[in-house]
């Protein structure tokens, strides 16, 4: 029984989205694209319960995001630095934009709770809809929202207190400044 | 057509606010686009044909064997406990 070769370009096409997603989530590219392997494996292996009219998309975040929390809550009684082995496990050289900007969020994000972490991701990164992410949530969605807007809160303070001046440069361009080695004096 | 119903709240956070979130879901969608742009790691379409083939076996038991031998490839298929000769 193979898979129907709309079902396998379906999956195919959803991984580049599930990988960042899983990178973003976990912070660590190994450990993502295990993620995501475990998610294709579950997937094929339940196809069965998959409804052809619905998002596979949706349905094969839904299925990483448990693997996610499964893990987490395994991991957790072990010590684990969240945002360790990003760097080392870059697969392509970093680009000269952008990299030191996205370090700094990456840290910010790590320091989020999951739950708001995967909110904040499913909306603002994976662009799915208040009402897609509860349902790969399993929650209400006001819970969404109002986990997405406490992500986005806490990272304006995270990323705001890190200038140490509120009204100051924003992060961003004295990222990029930094970057290009112009430093801001 | 859309209407701009932003109004602050009549202090200055709010403003700082909004231009803070809006950097926060630019660098957001940045950060998945890079990612995104990288593509399909071959590992997954790799990968993705060999739970095929494995799931199948798993589903459809002991006739497994019979399609492997099919295409008369000179490698065995996978060792599986009986077959292996004694060396």
New interface residues.
């Given amino acids: 029984?193979?898979?129907e070769p709309t079902v396998?370009e379906a999956?195919?096409r959803a991984?580049?989205?599930l990988?960042?997603?899983a990178?973003?989530l976990s912070g660590n590219v190994d450990r993502a694209?295990d993620l995501?392997?475990e998610t294709?494996?579950r997937a094929?292996?339940h196809i069965d319960s998959f409804q052809p009219d619905t998002n596979m998309s949706a349905w094969l975040f839904t299925i990483l995001r448990n693997l996610f929390r499964s893990e987490y809550r395994r991991r957790r009684r072990e010590v684990e630095d969240v945002n360790g082995g990003y760097e080392e496990s870059l697969?392509?050289p970093p680009?000269q934009h952008?990299r030191i900007?996205?370090e700094e969020?990456?840290a910010a994000l790590a320091k989020l709770p999951p739950d708001h972490r995967e909110a904040?991701?499913l909306v603002?990164?994976?662009g799915f809809s208040y009402e897609e992410a509860a349902a790969i949530c399993d929650c209400a969605v006001g819970t969404v929202k109002s986990r997405v807007n406490r992500a986005?809160?806490r990272?304006?303070e995270l990323?705001?207190i890190k200038e140490g001046d509120?009204?100051g440069p924003?992060?961003?361009t004295r990222a990029i400044l930094t970057a290009t080695g112009r430093g801001v004096g | 057509m859309v209407k701009a119903e932003i109004i602050p709240t009549g202090k200055t956070p709010g403003l700082l606010n909004r231009h803070v979130q809006g950097k926060i879901g630019e660098t957001l969608r940045a950060m998945f686009d890079e990612i995104v742009n990288e593509g399909v790691p071959d590992r997954f379409s790799e990968l993705l044909g060999q739970i095929e083939s494995r799931v199948s076996e798993q589903s459809k038991g002991s006739t497994a064997g019979s399609e492997a031998g099919a295409e008369g490839s000179d490698r065995p298929p996978c060792a599986s406990n009986g077959d292996k000769e004694p060396s």
């Fill in positions: 029984m193979a898979l396998r999956m195919l991984v580049p989205g990988r960042a997603f990178i973003s694209d995501v392997q294709l494996v094929i292996a697969k392509s680009e952008g900007e996205f969020f990456r904040l991701l603002g990164g994976s986005r809160k990272l304006a990323l705001a509120e009204f924003d992060y961003t």
